[in-house]
């Protein structure tokens, strides 16, 4: 399976030892990409299926054996002065500290395609894939990130982020499970696609 960064550590991390323990049998390789190399691999045969956080992607070629639109936050520290704050605006954030995933990535390409169509660009301080750091630097000081709320919900219920209320800007993101429509669906293959049905999609 292929997946961008922020996907694949969630579900090692929380998954797969689980996984293991239901089909000892199956064995398993997980490896990282953007999205277009993602495509790339798949039309290639050099992978099963392909785990994407981008734009909605349809094509003739794949099967979508499921997918759900992704809710995104502007995310900071509580001790942000921002925290709390109501219909804050683009311009009112632009000129803190951004710590980003990596540029031109999945949803990080989205995001910075939607500032651009409202003449914007953030240049951030520190880029990174592991959102895990992302979500523990914003913890101790005034940075903000942009994430998918499946990364941030839980440290936003414990108290540790909060989400920024930001009136206006939208971006259409989506979890998507694709194979190619050729691909041979072994009983493992199978298992493996509703397993990763059933733990990472909540819709």
Known sequence: IVTPDSICEMMLTENYANFYSHYPKISL?????????????????????????????YHQDYIIAKEERISTHFVTGTASPL???KNLRIQDIISYP??????????????????????????????????????????NGQSISFLPDFVTAKKVAEGKLVYLDIVDFEVDIWKQLIYHRNKWLSKHFQAFIEYVKEKEFYS
């Open 83 to 85: 925290a709390g704050k």
């Open 29 to 57: 390789k997980f490896s990282t990409a953007d999205t277009d190399d993602m495509f790339r691999i798949l039309n290639h045969n050099e992978a099963d299926v392909i785990f994407t956080l981008d734009s909605h992607v």
């Open 98 to 139: 951004f710590i980003l995933t990596e540029k031109k990535v999945g949803y990080r390409r989205v995001f910075d395609e939607t500032l651009a169509k409202m003449s914007y660009e953030i240049q951030p301080v520190l880029e990174i894939g592991r959102t895990d750091l992302i979500t523990t630097s914003l913890e």
